[in-house]
């Protein structure tokens, strides 16, 4: 046991160098004053965690777990000249606007009536983003990816970003994981809060890794308690999902009847989920999968969930784990079309060269570009949802099995 452990951990440990060159300044969230003139955009963000403050206004929160959540109000000033799908860190402290991501406001939110005031002041067509950072990121990492992801994104949302207790150490996956478990009441009641204020008309929840569990416990709790999810959160997008296959099938059923529209973004390149499947036995991760190729296939189209194949798509992320953010034309795709929940395979659609989409068994070009399947750095399996009987096999029972609990004794 004690040498399979030390196995595991020198999986984890090969996986730092390829985090070393991703070091940044810490304690980047004291605000700083814009100067006038300035050439920069700013996101306003509504912050909601179960991270223990940390009593430092550089950092505003930790990583250890508080029994009450949290809420703040934050604005992120974003630098005119810079590269789609970066974070410009600073390389010093404090930012400068003009070349760095800079945190320009912090107010503490200190009521749910506060909280919605916030809301009516920054709708966006009533349409709402709760992002879900992942594994390994500080408060301060998921404050500037939402950032990011909004601007570079183009979306017309409110952005509602909640961060869970992680610790941001590679060796810390289990600690991590825990807190997700230790979080999902508070997400379960944050979703419930906005979702009743009559100014929200629609929620899209876009979770990222480990926060992907989180998403998906959540959902199945809100689910089990009254029969289904909430009307209101129309769709569900699992960026490179760190789930057990078998565990999402059984999460995705038990949330009842209707459920949102679930999109996942794949990459079997991802180095990320290939050390996560050692940590929990070799049991594979559904961002890992091939949705072209059976079982997967016809069993994501039965029921109904669209599955985007990142895996030729190229980005500067040596682990391959962050695509969906750091692709110009991926991140833009969650901001004007999954969010509002159109089809992505119709003729106004075109992410570069080769994309192609695989609906009903067939295979067809996205938009203007050329290019056969083989060649595609996208694939995307999208299907209506289609009743059928059990077959017997793995994922395909759980995702169409019965919600109700069966003893273990039967």
Known sequence: MKLLRLTRLSVLMGFLPALAGCGHPSGVMQPVALAAGKSTTQVDMLVATTRQPSGDPATLFNGERSPKPSMTDVAVSIPSKREPG?????????????????????????????????????????????FIHGFNNTYEDSVFRLAQIVHDSGMQATPILF???????????????????YSRTALEQSLR????????????????????????????????????????????????????????????????????????????????LAASSFITGNVSRLGAIDPSKEPYRSRLEKAGITAIDLTKVKTGDSLHHGKFAESPGIVQLIGQRLMTGQTLTDSNISLGQGVAAVVGGTARTVGTVAGAAVAAPLTIVEQPMRKRQPTGTEVEDDLESDRKPTPLTQ
Request: charged residues 20%; aromatic residues 8%.
């Open 86 to 130: 970066t974070v410009q860190w600073p390389q010093r402290l404090p930012p400068n606007p003009a070349t760095d991501f800079a945190v320009t406001r912090v107010k503490q939110i200190d009521t749910i009536p506060e909280g919605r005031a916030w809301f009516r002041q920054h709708i966006q067509g009533g349409h709402a983003l709760v």
């Open 163 to 181: 961060t869970w207790p992680s610790r941001a150490q590679l060796t810390g996956y289990e600690y991590d994981k825990e807190s997700t478990n």
């Open 193 to 272: 809060v906005l979702a009743a204020d009559p100014d929200v008309k629609d929620i899209t929840i876009l979770a990222h890794s480990m926060g992907t569990w989180l998403a998906m416990e959540s959902l199945r709790q809100m689910g089990i308690r009254d029969g289904h999810v909430n009307a209101k959160i129309h769709n569900v997008i699992l960026a490179s999902p760190d789930i057990d296959i078998q565990v999402f099938a059984k999460q995705y059923v038990e949330m009842g009847e209707p459920k949102p529209k679930f999109t996942i973004f794949v990459s079997q390149d991802d180095r990320a």
